[in-house]
């Protein structure tokens, strides 16, 4: 075929006092990888809403062709009947079924209405290998963590005859070697004349793979730029994308480091399921005041499981270990007493565990710390919303007022939100886990300015990340993790992303020499 694969026309689209799009045009040759990029709130998330039938036919101005043919999809089914697949950001898999039935649901590998599990398990077994999933297709998906959550969600949309691909930042949940073979695998699909939107804020991934990029800003298309003819730059792409150069991503710090605020000391906890398992082994390590302190390590490696577990024990059993607060041994059994003794966790699920998404921006915000805002037992709301309204202008939460309803924020906003909820409870130390994942390059600016900010005033800081370059960014000292156990620590000013690599890999390799 000739022509464009897929050709969207000067399409509009508006919710009330709001235009999203505003004469968006696009278009996508036959094996092409296209990216779609801009700030959170650009509009790539409801373009692609309106192409795959979320928003149907009739809700939004313009034409779309696919094929060369006018579509007018009425719903999400009608566009996958044409080939059309989208992986939206926010999972939508059912926690309590299995893999293998998450990924065949509603596409069930059936005969007259007598389901194959043999097909079904031999066939999604076929899918999780293609992903780089090693999970047990009968395990469910709510004992798996949401960055494997996100490759059943792949392989679920592999399942169907897919002529084109739309992945809403793919890798968003994913580390570094997760998202390579994630990559990879849209390569190989490209090979086989699949084509693929991709929206991503990762640049060097969008660098990577795609043949072309369209930026978004403020709704609108601001260019289209073919990669390899251009020579596409990051520099270009987020001029672009938020109209303006930034010229430093990481602020630039001078940390006054004092006295160890937080320590961890041969920290053990079981798995959930498998009372036998330890997730994390004999972990130890500890945070100075002004301190930012990393921890990095590849999917499975217990990070999360670590800040979980620790934080009024929210994950697993525990199994035994310390955890110290300028020296002294304070007990963390509950959440509660985690806030109490001025430890605070920013989950990496924001939209799960971080906020209530049907309330108002000003009551996620005074949730930690209700007693701040309350007398005898009544919530001031007048002094809850005087606090929302101060973040709002501290934290720029972008949002008509503090009443907005946080689901409806972009990821960036939500993030934002989330983490001035924690900061109002006043905490000492601070979890960061994931803290920009899924949030545009300028919103990150903006949260890694909040975090050298918080190290400043004499808070340590702990940062879980998957993106290495983040972490040499901004710490002062980066741990590694694998496998449940801590497998070094480097200083910033040795660090860099192989030698991070290696530890991150070092348990898995004794391991292998073992066997």
Partial sequence: MAGPVLEMRSISKSFPGVKALSDVSLSVAPGEVHAVCGENGAGKSTLMKVLSGVYPHGSYEGEILFQGEPC??????????????????????????SIAENIFLGNEHATRGIISWHKTLTHAKEL????????????????????????????????????LLILDEPTAALNDEDSR????????????????????????EIARVADSVTILRDGRTIETIAVDAEGVSEDRIIRGMVGRDLEHRYPERAPEIGEVAFAVEDWAVHHPIDHQRKVVDGVSIDVRRGEIVGIAGLMGAGRTELAMSVFGRSYGRYA??????????????????????????VTEDRKHFGLNLMDDISRNISLSALGKVSRRGWVNRHEETRVAESFRKTMNIKAPSVFAETGKLSGGNQQKVVLSKWIFSGPQVLILDEPTRGIDIGAKAEIYTVIAELAAQGKAVL??????????????RIYTMA???????????????????????????IDDEQV
């Fill in 72 to 97: 007018a999809f009425k719903d999400i089914r009608a566009s996958e009947q044409r080939g059309i697949v989208i992986i939206h950001q926010e999972l939508a898999l059912v926690p309590y079924l």
């Fill in 181 to 204: 073979k994630l990559l990879d695998l849209i390569l190989e699909l490209k090979a086989q004349g699949i084509s693929c939107i991709i929206i991503s804020h990762k640049l060097n």
């Fill in 463 to 476: 940062v879980i990340s998957s993106e290495l370059p983040e972490l040499l960014g901004m710490c002062d």
């Fill in 320 to 345: 035994g270990g310390r955890v110290l607060m300028d020296g002294k041994e304070v007990r963390t059994r509950t959440v509660p007493e985690a806030i109490g003794h001025g430890i605070a966790y």
């Fill in 483 to 509: 496998e449940g156990r801590l497998t070094g620590e480097v200083d910033r000013a040795d660090a860099t992303q192989e030698s991070l690599m290696r530890l991150m890999t070092v348990s898995a390799a």
């Fill in 128 to 163: 999780l290998g293609r992903v780089g999933l090693h999970e047990n297709p009968h395990t469910r998906v709510a004992d798996i963590g949401v960055g494997k959550q996100q490759l059943v969600e792949i392989a679920k949309a592999l399942a169907k005859e897919v002529k």
